[in-house]
Structure formats: structure tokens, C-alpha cells
């Protein structure tokens, strides 16, 4: 028989909670106007990991599309089957940590050679004659056999399986070199998983033109398979080559070659974000300096972009670049935030780092990324953003210096940086991040940075959900305010929650109620991850889960999604009361929490409550002062019967807002919040 221990101090707090009431009252204080709630409050945070971007929104369905997926990181160095990071101190500690990994070097990654019997042909991977420099490798296919009968074909299972539906169209682009006395025909072919064709279309080889040949085309879908295969058939001996190959659904969001998929955005829309951080994250730093994105690299052509293996596991095609970034944020009207590498590696990676010296080229870099968005048409970077077809300036309002880099180097770095950026364009809010990421208390909060000027400091907080329920009130306790607003670029409740269940999702609610209650302070936030797609989770919870034809919010995301859409204007002073109206407010383990704001637009009150528990929450509405009261009101609310309760692609809205009418709203009139609910309650008021 096993024996179990349990110390005093936590018995006895189990016993205080359990004797604890319910609260028997929300007092709301009109007349005691609190904070305004910045437009700014809440945005989006996109990091390519999870295949957030390749294989989730951004369109292309072809996997390795130009033959590089096996050449390493940049600044690595492979070795047999493993490359080594170099061996040299982290920028922190000192520490050199001579990472290595293990690695794939087979060229033909993701690509398949179909050769039937009576057909001849071998396929390698040359770097002879490039389509360019910047994506050197091509397939080179010698073919000595074959016909119309007994072709023989490139084969690509895309982002784990090619998606197609009846009746839809589907671009195709790719590049072809060609001998002047190939007779054949190359055809385009999509089979479902059971070897069935679905969509084909045959493109006629240019015979006049020498060398590489773009060719485009488009295709009609006679079935609907989501876990097919493309493929790419010759029927003629000849020695091909072939290179950037890219299919894509000719309905993107605003229908742009290879663009955003239209479901996704419609998510990301429902959000309202206010703004978009970009294009991350850990991907910013590298795993090495050099492994860094290099916003340059991600403009142009797609088929001229370099693309880079970064430290999440596979190769970011820059397909979704700079350029389309900031068009994103002008399409859905929010503002950009660019994250600028400071000459930093990762410091959970290599930490290596850039000589001092060098430092001016990375300031550069980031004074040439505002310049592209903002910049006059007489500039270099400004006369690239017209010829790119966009002659007004981007929505660029932030740029974050580094990401969760901290410690002497970094502060030093900071005042570089921040100097030469606010000089140039004074208009631009920067951002600072030198602080200590992950959990921890208001003691994380105060400024001891040794830097000349803070705007906007960035934080992060990854934790489970006892953590966001016991710091719902952090923010209340930074007294006085210190002299730069926060920034909560980072947080969600990734542990012991499955993979994103309703107990963590109302913990994150209980934590951003206290952000927009101190919205004086906290002005920006943003979840992270922003996507996940299912066959590849590098992070553990992330708001959005996707394949390659469904996305489904998580109970995270309709939290965010309900904040979002019901900001008020201003908070009201808003009080959690027991049966003996004593304030109760931040009890600990109490697990209901309510916060009232006014909507100037509306006239409305707007209240949040957060119901943690397997109870009904069954309060009294206290509103003081003397208004009147529209007895009819608005309840948008989520529930579950089971705190453990997920969404999934089978069912999708498991947890989804419902709206209700509430009636009889008056004052000590009694409210009803369902067992584990983030609930949101409006009603108008009026001058008595």
C-alpha cells in the first residue's frame, strides 16, 4: 500500500478554498471611470513554427517546391548525417555549446521517381546550370525509355497529402529546361490515395526557346481528395530539367498568385487585431546569426527567394516575405510591428553573436526595412517597394529591437539601435524586450535596465494555468506605473491543458482581464502561437489548429476572439463582493473574476466574468450611483460541461460563443454564468 504526504500550508489552503463562497455580488461603480482601452489592446503574433506559414497559410501545396529542403542552416556545418552548429560563446553566459543535429541529406526530399517496366530513366539532383544563385539545386531527369503508355513521373505528397476539391481551380507554375529535340508532352497530374486521377493538364513544351521557360497554367478538379499526390509525367527519352514547381488554389484571399488561403484569413479576421508582429520570434534570432531571416531575401519573385532551414525543424520557403506581410496588415487595416535581429543568435540555440564592429550592418538592415514600408519613392528602398507595385507607404508602426534577448550586450546593442531608428523616423514606436522570459511575478516588472530610453517593453509568459489564475492581478500591483507601457507580446497556458482545453483557455481569460483593466500600462498583447498545423507540433498549445483544408479556433482562440470584439472604451471599477459585501476580489483560488467597461459608441456597459468552476456562478448586480438600466440585454458566452473538453476537427465547435437575450436586468437583479464559462454581458444604460 502506497502512503501519500501532504504538507500543512498546502492542506490548509486546500481547506480555505474549499470553505470559500461564491461571491454574492458584482458591484460596478459607474461614476469611477478607470483606464481607457487602447485600439491597440489586442493583435496577432505570427512565427513560421508548426508550419504555420509553409503548409498552413501561405497556399503553396508542393513540398520542396525547388529541391533546397536538403541543404542545412546557414552557418552550420554538415558532417555525415549530423550538422554542427560553431563552436563559439553565447552571448549570455559565455558558454560554448557546439550544438549539433542529426540531418537528411537525401536531395530528393519529398520527391518520388515513378519508372514502370517497360520505361528507362534515372533523376539526380545538379547544380550545373541554376534556374538562379539564390535556389542553385534543380531535378535533372535522364530519360532513355519512355511514352505516352509508360511515362515516367516526379511525385510530390505536398504537406502531408495534395488537397483538392471538385469543381475548384488550381495554378500551376513551374520552370522547364528542355532539349530542342524532346518530342514528348509534360503532364500535370493529381491522384487521390487510392491511385485515382483527379486533375490533369498537359503543357506543351516551347521547343524554340533556349534554356529555362516559365510555364503557367491552370486546372479543374474533377474529385475532392485531401491526401493525394501531384505529380509531374514525361513521355519522351530527353534529358529534362525541372525546377520551382508550385500549385496552388487559384481562390486565395483576394485571389493573389500562391497567396494567403481565404479560410485562414477569415480566422485571423474574426480576431480584429489591431496589429501583427512579424516574422517572429525565435526564427528572428536563428539558431545561428547568419540562420537569421533576412528580410531582404524574402522579396521578389518567389521562385528567386533563397528560403532558409530554420531552427523549428524544416525549411521556411519566404514565400509569405516582407512585401506580403505588410500588404496583410494594409488588406485586414491593422498596423505592422517588424522584429529587427540585433546581431543575435537564439541564446536556447548557439547564443553566438555578431563582432561589435558589425553592428552597423544590422542597423542598416533595419533602417533599410523601414525605409521599403514607409520610405520616400526617391529612396533605394522606397523606389524597390513602387517597383514591387505598391507606391503609398505601408501601415508600419513598431519595430520590436530583437526578440527575448537580454543581459549587457543586448542593453548596449538596444542603445544603438533605438538612437539611430528614432533620429531616422521619429514616427515609429520601438519596442524593448531585455527582460527575463517565462514565469514569475511583479517582481519580473520593474525596470532595472541599464539603457538610455524605454517606449513599449516587451514580456513573455508561457505557463500552466494555475499561474494565470493566481496573476490575474498582476499588473494591478505595478505601483506607481513605471514610465514605459508594456507589451505582452507573448503568453498562453501550454501546460497540463491537453492540447488547448477550456480550464487553460479560462485561465488566459482570467489573465487578460487583468491586462485590459490595467490598460493604462498593458496597451498591446498578443497570443503565441498564433497556428499550429496538426501533423507537425513543435509547441505544445497554440490558438489555431489547421491541415491542409480545415482550421479550427481552440477554446483560446474564441476567448481572444470575444475580448476583441467587445473592447470598451473605457474600464469601470468593477468589485467581486461576499455575502457581507467585503471585496473579494483576489482571493486566491477562487476562480471567478469579473471586470465592467463602458462602450462610448454603444452606450452599453460591458461586463466579463470568468466562471472557473463546476458551480453556476449566481451574483447580484450592483451598478452604484443613479442610472437607468435597459432591462433587455446581450449574453455572448462559452461553456462546457468538463473543464477538459478540446475542439477538434471532427467537432469544431465544441466551444463556440453563443448569444442569448437576457431579460429583467436591474439592479440586485441575479445573473447566471454557467459552470466552467468565459461569459460577456451587454446592456444599455441611461441618464436617470
Request: proline share 5%; charged share 20%; aromatic share 12%.
Amino acid at each position: 500500500m502506497k502512503k501519500y504526504f501532504v504538507s500543512i500550508p498546502l492542506l490548509l489552503s486546500c481547506l480555505l478554498i474549499l470553505a470559500q463562497k461564491s461571491p454574492a455580488k458584482i458591484e460596478i461603480d459607474f461614476q469611477h471611470k478607470g483606464a481607457v482601452v487602447q485600439p491597440s489592446m489586442y493583435g496577432i503574433f505570427f512565427e513560421e513554427i508548426n508550419n504555420a506559414g509553409d503548409g498552413g497559410l501561405y497556399s503553396e501545396m508542393i513540398l520542396n517546391r525547388s529541391f533546397e529542403d536538403h541543404t542545412p542552416p546557414t552557418g552550420s556545418v554538415l558532417r555525415g548525417k549530423k550538422y554542427f552548429l560553431p563552436a563559439t560563446p553565447c552571448y549570455v553566459n559565455g558558454v560554448v555549446k557546439g550544438q549539433s543535429a542529426g540531418w537528411n541529406n537525401d536531395s530528393l526530399q519529398n520527391w518520388n521517381f515513378k519508372v514502370s517496366k517497360i520505361s528507362d530513366a534515372i533523376i539526380s539532383v545538379q547544380t550545373a546550370t541554376p534556374l538562379n544563385t539564390n535556389s542553385p539545386h534543380y531535378a535533372q531527369i535522364d530519360i532513355r525509355q519512355a511514352s505516352s503508355k509508360a511515362p515516367v513521373s516526379l511525385v510530390n505528397g505536398g504537406y502531408w497529402g495534395i488537397s483538392v476539391e471538385k469543381n475548384k481551380k488550381y495554378n500551376l507554375r513551374f520552370f522547364a529546361n528542355t532539349p530542342a529535340d524532346y518530342k514528348g508532352i509534360i503532364t500535370a497530374v493529381v491522384r487521390s490515395d487510392s491511385g485515382q486521377i483527379i486533375a490533369s493538364k498537359i503543357i506543351t513544351p516551347n521547343k524554340k526557346a533556349i534554356g529555362w521557360v516559365e510555364y503557367n497554367s491552370q486546372f479543374t478538379a474533377f474529385g475532392t481528395n485531401h491526401k493525394g499526390t501531384f505529380e509531374l509525367q514525361f513521355d519522351a527519352p530527353g534529358i529534362v530539367k525541372i525546377d520551382f514547381i508550385s500549385l496552388s488554389p487559384a481562390d486565395t484571399y483576394k485571389n493573389r498568385p500562391c497567396g494567403f488561403r481565404s479560410d485562414i484569413v477569415q480566422m485571423l479576421e474574426g480576431l480584429k487585431p489591431a496589429f501583427m508582429r512579424w516574422p517572429g520570434g525565435c526564427v528572428v534570432e536563428g539558431a545561428t546569426v547568419e540562420n537569421r531571416i533576412k528580410w531582404k531575401e524574402t522579396l521578389g519573385d518567389p521562385a528567386q527567394r533563397k528560403g532558409e532551414f530554420m531552427k523549428w525543424g524544416y525549411r521556411n520557403t519566404y514565400g509569405f516575405g516582407y512585401h506580403e506581410f505588410l500588404q496583410f496588415c494594409e488588406d485586414i487595416k491593422m498596423d505592422g510591428m517588424f522584429v529587427a535581429n540585433v546581431g543575435l543568435a537564439c541564446e536556447f540555440n548557439n547564443g553566438d553573436y555578431c563582432s561589435e564592429d558589425s553592428v552597423e550592418l544590422f542597423i542598416k538592415d533595419a533602417l533599410d526595412a523601414v525605409e521599403y514600408a514607409i520610405g520616400d519613392p526617391k529612396t533605394t528602398w522606397g523606389a524597390k517597394r513602387v517597383a514591387a507595385g505598391h507606391p503609398m507607404p505601408f501601415p508600419l508602426k513598431y519595430v520590436q529591437i530583437g526578440n527575448e534577448n537580454h543581459g549587457p550586450m543586448y542593453e548596449k546593442r538596444y542603445n544603438r539601435f533605438y538612437a539611430r531608428l528614432k533620429a531616422t523616423y521619429p514616427q515609429i514606436e520601438l519596442i524593448f524586450n531585455g527582460v527575463a522570459t517565462g514565469a514569475g511575478g511583479v517582481e519580473v516588472l520593474k525596470p532595472q535596465f541599464n539603457v538610455n530610453k524605454i517606449e513599449i517593453a516587451d514580456y513573455h509568459w508561457y505557463d500552466g494555468p494555475e499561474w494565470f489564475y493566481n496573476h490575474a492581478f498582476l499588473f494591478d500591483k505595478i505601483q506607481p506605473r513605471h514610465d514605459f507601457k508594456i507589451y505582452v507580446g507573448e503568453y498562453a497556458c501550454h501546460r497540463k491543458v491537453g492540447t488547448g482545453n477550456m480550464f487553460g483557455a479560462l485561465s488566459e481569460a482570467a489573465f487578460i482581464m487583468g491586462m485590459e483593466r490595467n490598460s493604462d500600462l498593458v496597451t498591446m498583447t498578443s497570443y503565441a502561437p498564433l497556428f499550429e498545423n496538426s501533423n507537425r507540433r513543435k509547441w505544445p498549445v497554440n490558438m489555431m489548429m489547421l491541415n491542409n483544408h480545415q482550421i479550427i479556433g481552440r477554446s483560446s482562440y474564441y476567448v481572444q476572439n470575444m475580448y476583441a470584439n467587445n473592447r470598451p472604451s473605457y474600464n469601470l471599477s468593477t468589485h467581486l463582493l461576499d455575502d457581507k459585501d467585503t471585496v473579494i476580489d483576489t482571493v486566491s483560488g477562487l476562480r471567478q473574476y469579473a471586470q465592467a467597461g463602458f462602450d462610448e459608441k454603444t452606450g452599453e456597459i460591458i461586463l466579463k466574468v470568468v466562471n472557473a468552476t463546476a458551480n453556476t456562478f449566481s451574483p447580484n448586480l450592483n451598478i452604484k450611483n443613479d442610472v437607468k438600466i435597459n432591462r433587455v440585454g446581450e449574453m455572448i458566452s462559452i461553456s462546457t460541461p468538463d473543464s477538459t473538453i478540446e475542439n477538434n476537427f471532427e467537432n469544431p465547435r465544441k466551444i463556440f460563443p453563443k448569444k442569448t437575450m437576457v431579460e429583467n436586468i436591474s439592479n440586485n437583479s441575479k445573473l447566471e454564468f454557467a459552470p466552467w464559462s468565459f461569459s460577456i454581458l451587454r446592456f444599455k444604460i441611461f441618464d436617470k
